[in-house]
């Protein structure tokens, strides 16, 4: 079981920054990677970015690429995502996911993706 915590969602203006945490615990070192994912209102819950735990590949959506980075700590248990130059179509909750199975690599959706957090809100305004 791996257990996973978001925090760093706000409020904040279009053009701004915000800096989203996941904090894992319990089997983390087998999981093969963590992705953030979002959720809008009424609309389905998409990929965002993706980062291999161990080796710090990464892979992202179209949408973020260029304005948002994933990493990851190991000694934290850590993963964050930098968002930049944030727009209004960026507010959504966002949740931070663990793989465990190396199937297909980063380039999974969400049923790819074995473990959950509760979301953290994002709110960008114009």
């Known amino acids: 079981q791996v257990q996973l915590v978001e925090s760093g969602g706000g409020l904040v203006q279009a053009g701004g920054s915000l800096r989203l945490s996941c904090a894992a615990s319990?089997?983390?070192?087998?999981?093969?990677?963590m992705g953030w994912f979002r959720q809008a209102p009424g609309k389905e819950r998409e990929f965002v970015a993706a980062?291999?735990?161990?080796?710090?590949?990464?892979y992202y959506a179209d949408s973020v690429k260029g304005r948002f980075t994933i990493s990851r700590d190991f000694a934290k248990n850590t993963v964050y995502l930098q968002m930049n130059s944030l727009k209004p179509e960026d507010t959504a909750v966002y949740y931070c996911?663990?793989?465990?199975?190396?199937?297909?690599?980063?380039?999974?959706?969400?049923?790819?993706?074995?473990?959950w957090g509760q979301g953290t809100q994002v709110t960008v305004s114009s």
């Open positions: 319990g089997r983390t070192s087998s999981s093969y990677a």
């Open positions: 996911a663990a793989k465990q199975s190396r199937v297909g690599g980063l380039r999974v959706g969400v049923s790819g993706y074995d473990y």
């Open positions: 980062i291999s735990w161990s080796l710090g590949g990464t």
